[in-house]
């Protein structure tokens, strides 16, 4: 197969950018499954069934073909029975009265990981009762957080991997291709956010991402060994104003074109960009001009 040229696979064309992401993907997540692998690049590519579960089974399959060409060594083949890696969901059960005020009101609200079971299924549930985009599985690094005051739970937040291909973010930085190929993971995705349909806590939105802002770096220090020094999330113009985003600050870079992840044109919404540097020297991490850190305490 000429590696320039785009491959057919199961009635979807895969471009060269692609593949170039499938690529990445299995460098920089090497402890993966093949089905974790087939997973997460479904994830990545929005690859996915009409019900919206992602072609998983069909994506090894294609793996394995880029393997016979020579693009990419997969894992070892698991010999043990593979278990369902479905999550369940529990109902949750909304209170019967509003939670509304202002922010002085309440204890002081905080950002928790959901680190126990009892917390990841309660996060799950949440995001795929009340979102709009529901809950997916994520492979890679993220964090998914609980807002929470005292013993309230008030809504969610998620950071994970960043879009591959992203016109806008990418003039911004700076960045070439190769800069984007080694530095990636230096910026995450805020993929999901969730202030509960019940909460009407004034400013809460906007102070739970300041939140987020001052405790994410450290947070994958510690779980996964390095910091992330950039912030990027999504803002669909159909829905929303993005209002929490401006009033916390984060930088508006334009407008997508309809185009999913990966730069590939489709039927996809268009998005707002947004941005939030984690450094004030951002960008010379994400061009290579300061080696990234894995530990510090520096401060700005």
């Given amino acids: 197969m000429d590696k320039e040229k785009t491959l057919k696979y199961s009635a979807r064309i895969f471009t060269p ?29 929005e690859w996915t069934t009409d019900a919206g579960r992602p072609k998983a089974a069909t994506c090894v399959k294609l793996l394995e073909e880029l393997e016979a060409e020579g693009f990419l060594t997969l894992p070892a083949l698991q010999t ?11 109902q949750m059960q909304e209170p019967e009265e509003e939670i509304s005020g202002r922010l002085k009101d309440y204890k002081e609200i905080k950002l928790v990981i959901a680190e126990t079971a009892e ?7 949440y995001i795929e009762n009340y979102h709009i985009l529901g809950y997916r599985t ?24 960043s879009a591959w291909a992203l016109k806008e973010r990418d003039a911004w930085i700076g960045w070439t291709r190769e800069d984007r190929e080694q530095r ?23 102070h739970a991402l300041a939140l987020a802002a001052r405790q994410v770096q450290c947070d994958y220090l510690r779980i996964y060994n390095y910091e992330p020094v950039l912030l990027e999330t999504f803002v669909d113009t159909e829905r929303y104003l993005g209002t929490c985003y401006k009033a916390a600050s984060w930088i508006r870079l334009g407008t997508t ?6 730069g590939k044109k489709g039927d996809v919404s268009r998005k ?11 960008r010379k991490y994400l061009t290579g001009e300061k080696a990234y850190r894995r530990n510090t305490n520096d401060e700005f």
């Fill in 17 to 45: 950018n692609e593949i170039e992401l499938i690529q990445w993907t299995r460098k920089q997540y090497p402890n993966l499954s093949r089905h974790e692998l087939a997973s997460t690049v479904c994830e990545l590519l």
């Fill in 119 to 125: 917390e990841k299924k309660r996060f799950r549930s």
């Fill in 257 to 262: 074109q309809g185009r999913g992840r990966t």
């Fill in 80 to 90: 043990e029975k593979i278990t369902s890696s479905r999550k369940s969901y529990i």
């Fill in 272 to 282: 707002d960009v947004y941005m939030y540097p984690l450094r004030r020297d951002f």
């Fill in 184 to 206: 990636l993971h230096l910026v995450i995705n805020n993929s999901r956010y969730l202030i509960f349909p019940w909460v009407r806590i004034a400013n809460l939105a906007s």
């Fill in 138 to 161: 994520t492979f890679g690094s993220r964090l998914s957080y609980l807002i929470v005051s005292g013993k309230q739970e008030l809504g969610c937040i998620q950071f994970s991997a």
